[in-house]
């Protein structure tokens, strides 16, 4: 089973290797990519599978010195190469689980105010400074695409920004005494998480007739004016009826770059979610209504715990979690992934 598995990544890595070099295959945009993301793909699974090669080899070596006469320290050289072999094979299948296509891809992550009034709306940025802090810690690269109050569009630039950033999508709740209480009574707000992998030209073709382009001027809190040019920009997909606005750029160029990101991604993941309706990683389901009981996460204040509602997992870090330190959520949420997705190939083996 194990001999046949490595025998196919070694194969398909072989053809990899030559199909990214293959002048044919770089002069062919879509597929070049298309070839480079499974190249990066399979590459951890064809170095296992080469160590495991290197553990077979030395087992049977040790077994070969064993049959000409006992030798505790050969024999010990085979039980390290065995157990090594039982390793691999685990890690191996692991590997092999098949991931999702955007793992490696650039993230753009919505954040919004949801239950609990003007608290909703400060949580709303607590939220989005905790991923942005996340996301610095790990080397991605974090550009705002716009901020007013309580909301929040940024991208996270980096190779494998959406295999992390994925777990953080839906409502994430709050429990805590606000600034602006005076009886010192908890309340509970919610702020909503939505993470879309960013769509590259190639993902998604925007023809120009369906967009309704509309400039305006931007504006402050209470309607005050803060551009006297009209730089904000909304663009309306009109087949689908997304509507995006930008206005966090003085220029209408940048504005309207931003937006055209944004509704290619929230494109893209409604093709997804069309393509693959059982799948629960859509914006609606992330999303949810941002009700106070539809929750991923809750932090609770008084307590100073993070409890994630998906794997059962409760810490008692919550300054440092609020600081952007998820590894071990986001290490407990990948585990489980793979875990449910090995479950599910097998059931279906």
């Given at each position: ?17 030559r ?11 879509q ?12 590459q ?28 505790p ?30 793992d ?5 992550v ?11 709306g ?21 550009e ?15 190779d494998?920004?959406?295999s ?7 409502t ?33 073709q ?52 931003k ?9 893209y ?10 799948l ?9 209504t ?12 008084g ?9 059962k997992?409760t ?28 479950e ?6």
């Amino acid at each position: 089973m194990i001999e046949s598995l490595v025998e196919q990544i070694e194969a398909r890595f072989a053809e990899l290797e030559r199909q990214v070099v293959d002048p044919e295959v770089i002069g062919d945009r879509q597929r070049y990519a298309e070839v480079g993301r499974e190249y990066r793909r399979l590459q951890p699974a064809a170095e296992l599978a080469a160590q495991w090669r290197r553990a077979v080899d030395d087992a049977a070596g040790a077994r070969e010195l064993l049959e000409e006469g006992e030798d505790p320290e050969v024999r010990e050289m085979l039980a390290t190469a065995e157990a090594r072999i039982e390793e691999l094979e685990e890690e191996i299948r692991l590997a092999m689980v098949e991931r999702d296509p955007n793992d490696d891809k650039n993230v753009i992550v919505e954040v919004r105010a949801g239950a609990g009034g003007e608290e909703a709306g400060l949580w709303a940025g607590d939220v989005t400074r905790m991923l942005q802090r996340y996301a610095e810690r790990l080397g991605f690269k974090v550009e705002t695409l716009d901020a007013r109050d309580g909301e929040y569009t940024f991208e996270i630039k980096g190779d494998g920004a959406y295999s992390v950033f994925k777990f953080e999508g839906g409502t994430h709740r709050v429990q805590r005494v606000p600034v602006t209480e005076s009886q010192g009574r908890i309340h509970t707000s919610t702020a909503t998480v939505a993470v879309l992998p960013e769509a590259e030209d190639v993902d998604v073709q925007v023809d120009p007739n369906d967009l309704q382009i509309d400039v305006y001027r931007s504006s402050g809190p209470g309607g005050q004016s803060v551009n006297t040019t009209d730089s904000a920009v909304r663009i309306t997909h009109k087949p689908s009826g997304i509507v995006v606005s930008m206005q966090d750029e003085k220029s209408q160029l940048q504005n309207r770059e931003k937006a055209m990101r944004v509704l290619r991604a929230r494109l893209y993941e409604q093709a997804l979610a069309e393509q693959q309706a059982e799948l629960s990683a859509d914006r609606r389901s992330q999303v949810g209504t941002g009700e106070r009981a539809e929750k991923i996460r809750t932090y609770n204040y008084g307590e100073r715990r993070v409890t994630d509602h998906r794997i059962k997992l409760t810490q008692h870090n919550l300054e440092q979690v609020l600081e952007g330190e998820l590894d071990d959520f986001t290490a407990a949420l990948q585990a489980d992934e793979k875990r449910r997705a090995l479950e599910t190939q097998a059931a279906s083996g």
